[in-house]
């Protein structure tokens, strides 16, 4: 069992940053892919980045450039620092793992077997 705990949203204005961190138990920590999602008002959750066991990433075309997924696994800690956001960043983000995650099904939420509690994200215009 993985348990997840995200940490680091708050309301920031457009142009600014914020770095979410998700913190998981579990001694097997590097060998599970770690990925962040997101869910804005109304619409479905969306992938957002993904970082594989290898260190290899992976990004939604809506963050890339702006968003950087990084682990540190001493801490057994993913982060998401997000830069330059937009008033459509603002969503609940959600971490998620997996031990075996086929790159033809990264972007599906249902490929992922552990998820946190989630961590709203406000960007104001």
């Known amino acids: 069992q993985v348990q997840l705990v995200e940490s680091g949203g708050g309301l920031v204005q457009a142009g600014g940053s914020l770095r979410l961190s998700c913190a998981a138990s579990?001694?097997?920590?590097?060998?599970?892919?770690l990925g962040w999602f997101r869910q804005a008002p109304g619409k479905e959750r969306e992938f957002a980045a993904i970082?594989?066991?290898?260190?290899?990433?992976y990004y939604a075309d809506s963050v890339k450039g702006r968003f950087t997924i990084s682990r540190d696994n001493a801490k057994n800690t993913v982060y998401l620092q997000m830069n330059s956001l937009k008033p459509e960043d603002t969503a609940i983000y959600f971490c998620?793992?997996?031990?075996?995650?086929?790159?033809?099904?990264?972007?599906?939420?249902?490929?992922?077997?552990?998820w946190g509690q989630g961590t709203q994200v406000t960007v104001s215009s």
């Open positions: 998620a793992a997996t031990i075996y995650l086929a790159p033809s099904r990264v972007v599906i939420s249902s490929s992922y077997d552990y």
């Open positions: 970082n594989w066991s290898s260190g290899r990433t």
């Open positions: 579990g001694r097997t920590f590097t060998s599970y892919a």
